[in-house]
Structure formats: structure tokens, C-alpha cells
Nanobody
Framework: QVQLVESGGGLVQPGGSLRLSCAAS????????MSWYRQAPGNQRELVAT???????HYADSVKGRFTISRDNEKNTVYLQMNSLKPEDTAVYYC??????WGQGTQVTVSS
């Protein structure tokens, strides 16, 4: 029973911060590359950030310098720290395992 459960989304003002969490069960996160994707209404789902099994990170140009992906192997959880949020960051955020499992998504809304 593999599950990826996101949490931490919500409503924030421009310039604010959020930390998203993705708690995994049924798989070992440290042995897989993990990614965060997002999808805004009317847009395709886009890759935001990736962390490999070796700990290397990659970011979309639109979030580089503002977002940080990390992993806590003991808690079997991956995080996305989101700083300096912009209205264009508004989307449903999904975590994804390269074993081809998706989380249910968590809504992030950036608005004044």
C-alpha cells in the first residue's frame, strides 16, 4: 500500500513562505528520486524541483533561488520550502516518486 500524502498548502500573501511536506509509506524515499510538480488551472503540470537518491537537486528556472527541496530519510518525508512566493506560484502541488507514484496534491494560493 504505497501512499504519498502532501500537506502544508494554504493561502499566503505575496512575499510569504510555506513549507510543503510529502510523507511516504510503502516505499523507501532515500532509494528513489523524488520530485515536486505543480499545476495551475488551464496549464499543464510542470516540474518544479527534483532530489535524486544521491541527494543532488534540480530546479525549474522559475523557482530557482526561491524554493528548496530536501529529504529526511528517518522520517521518510520530502519537503519543499517555498520563499518569496509570487501570485504565479499559485497551483496545486504534487509530490512524485520515480517509482511512478503520485500524491493527492495540496493547494497553494498566493494572493493579497
Amino acid at each position: 500500500q504505497v501512499q504519498l500524502v502532501e500537506s502544508g498548502g494554504g493561502l499566503v500573501q505575496p512575499g510569504g513562505s510555506l513549507r510543503l511536506s510529502c510523507a511516504a509509506s510503502g516505499i523507501i524515499l532515500s532509494r528513489n528520486a523524488m520530485s515536486w510538480y505543480r499545476q495551475a488551472p488551464g496549464n499543464q503540470r510542470e516540474l518544479v524541483a527534483t532530489i535524486t537518491s544521491g541527494g543532488y537537486t534540480h530546479y525549474a528556472d522559475s523557482v530557482k533561488g526561491r524554493f528548496t527541496i530536501s529529504r529526511d530519510n528517518e522520517k521518510n518525508t520530502v519537503y519543499l520550502q517555498m520563499n518569496s512566493l509570487k501570485p504565479e506560484d499559485t497551483a496545486v502541488y504534487y509530490c512524485y516518486s520515480f517509482e511512478r507514484y503520485w500524491g493527492q496534491g495540496t493547494q497553494v494560493t498566493v494572493s493579497s
